[in-house]
């Protein structure tokens, strides 16, 4: 049931700082920096090339755990769809561990995928919600998010637990590769017990996030911008939206707009910035002057630090809490979500059960 709330997508909204903070307890469940894996049987530093493979917001979790393996661990990574992935039929070279990612463990795609690798990969691993799945049966190692029961045809609960599973992992590469200190480590995992509180913060900008979609609810196209581990997050930020407001959005990396996009802007085209303040700010608020400069509406979603550094010609902004740098896509997938939920409430379209779309797709 909806415990209350209107739609099953705002309970599991509302529900990431528990379901957060229980994955995290059960994969580090000593309150010290030691990873608990259970019984899986995993060292990092046999491994030479990691592949990666989901499907829609699945997919869109590998890509950001594709930035946290190379940049933390060093490890060469490799990710795709599923369904391109399958019938490109590429060689895994010898050491490949391939990682497969789903929420419900039954995506006929990311099955077959996951089918393609027994026997060329070392080990199959995947991450996944439920935990008596295909997928997880199929596996040598399954690791579940621990998400609990995801309703709503959007994946909200399910992309952020994912994501905290494949930052863990990440981690663990880099203890296993010896390419982060102990102390760096420590200073990861510190930020990741510190993520619920900044989630549950997050969520009180709901109200505010709630009236810009008011305007947001009238536009036909909406670009979301972000650079680094904002760039995957533009790409689910669109895709949450599109899914259940049925408004056409693009997700684009802020280097990119100059080689096509910034074609399309004008008053018409709202712009969504994603930029925490970190070490590529500038450089996107560089982007986003130039479309200021032509004229677009843009949201900001940055931080304390961010909005006072922003300056003024930004249509609006949402401030998150200050986070760390690795964990940010974590934190703003929730403004994100919430974008999109109180855009498709305000336009009255089945948030639950989007037109054409089925919470676990079985067939390809
Ligand atoms: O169950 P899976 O995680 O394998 O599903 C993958 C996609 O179908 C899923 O993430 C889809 O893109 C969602 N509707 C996104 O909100």
Known sequence: HKGGYKHFMAKEIA???????????????????????????????????????????????????KYWFEQLARLPVEIDVASEFRYREPPLPEGSLALFVSQSGET?????????????????????????STMARESDIALPIHAGAEIG???????????????????????DRGTMSAAQIAEHVAALRSLPGAVNSALEQSEAIRRVARHLSEASDVLFLGRGLMYPLALEGALKLKEISYIHAEGYASGELKHG???????????????????LFDKTMSNMQEVIARKARVLLITDEAGVAAAGGDVWSTIAMPAIHPALAPILYAIPAQLLAYHTAVAKGTDVDQPRNLAKSVTVE
Do not use: W
């Open 153 to 175: 045809v959007a994946s909200t609960k399910a992309f952020t637990c994912q994501l905290v599973v494949l930052l863990i992992l990440a981690l663990k590469a880099a203890a």
């Open 108 to 132: 006929a795609d990311t099955l077959a995928a996951l089918r393609y690798c027994r026997g060329k990969a070392d080990h199959i691993l995947s991450v996944i919600n439920a935990a008596e």
């Open 15 to 65: 529900e990431q700082p528990v379901v957060i903070a229980e994955t995290i307890r059960c994969y580090l469940p000593s309150g010290g920096d030691m990873i608990d894996l259970k019984e899986a049987d995993l060292d990092f530093s046999k491994v030479s090339r990691l592949t990666m493979v989901g499907c829609g917001t699945a997919y869109y979790a590998c890509l950001t755990a």
């Open 261 to 279: 996009p910034i074609a399309l802007v004008d008053t018409d085209l709202p712009i969504v910035v994603l930029a925490p303040s970190d070490g």
